[in-house]
């Protein structure tokens, strides 16, 4: 590829990689289906995201079932993907997982090598947020939980920490998947989140 094409494919992409880059750290985003995780990625991510959407289809009917989503007219069929450079030397990678539950099986390959994870909510289908969770406790991954709101009202974060039967410990947030700056409110969360368990960890050690 000349130079020129290089300069065109990073216009396209983003920012390419730093040279000195050496460390790589990796997050998932998961929940429900049609809970703003491709949303998420696109609004923080700083090249294209990668995105496997498709557009759902009458083979889909019956299997993926857009519920209180009628406008929902793509879905995510392996995962997204994007990345944050946190500084000169280490970036963040961003997978989103697939929320439909024929693509469940990929979310354990997705977690391994994570250092943690962020499951978006719909406070209009709460349940259907409960696999993730359950998910990442059988695999002793930290996570947060962010409260995607869909419009005004819905119920308060007390509620929805009772809904879930979250553990106190877990942070639950509020944000609005497609803004960049709430979007990186809720990563700064989860790493926070992170840098807390490890210092537990450090000083019972």
């Known amino acids: 590829m000349d130079s020129r094409s290089s300069d065109?494919?990073?216009?396209?992409?983003?920012?390419?990689?730093r040279q000195t880059t050496r460390d790589a750290l990796k997050i998932v985003i998961t929940g429900g289906f049609a809970v703003g995780k491709t949303t998420l990625v696109g609004a923080v991510s700083e090249i294209r995201p990668?995105?496997?959407?498709?557009?759902?289809?009458e083979a889909g009917v019956g299997i993926d079932d857009?519920?209180?989503?009628?406008?929902?007219?793509?879905?995510?069929?392996a995962f997204d993907f994007g990345r944050i450079s946190l500084n000169e030397q280490q970036?963040?990678?961003?997978?989103?997982?697939?929320?439909?539950?024929r693509f469940w099986f990929l979310w354990d390959q997705l977690f391994s090598g994570s250092l943690?994870?962020?499951?978006l909510v719909d406070t209009r289908r709460i349940q259907e947020s409960w696999y993730a969770i359950d998910r990442l406790e059988h695999h002793r991954m930290p996570f947060v939980v962010a409260v995607n709101r869909f419009g005004d009202g819905g119920p308060a974060l007390a509620e929805i920490r009772d809904a879930l039967d979250l553990d106190d410990s877990v942070p639950l947030i509020e944000c609005?998947?497609?803004?960049?700056?709430?979007?990186k409110d809720v990563l700064i969360t989860l790493v926070r989140h992170l840098t807390?368990?490890?210092e537990i960890v450090e000083t019972t050690s």
């Open 8 to 17: 065109q494919a990073a216009t396209v992409l983003g920012a390419p990689l």
């Open 50 to 57: 990668l995105s496997t959407e498709e557009i759902m289809t």
């Open 66 to 77: 857009p519920g209180r989503v009628p406008d929902k007219r793509t879905t995510t069929v």
């Open 91 to 101: 970036v963040l990678y961003l997978f989103g997982a697939p929320g439909q539950e």
């Open 116 to 119: 943690g994870a962020v499951v």
């Open 176 to 183: 609005d998947a497609r803004r960049r700056d709430s979007a």
């Open 196 to 198: 807390r368990l490890r």
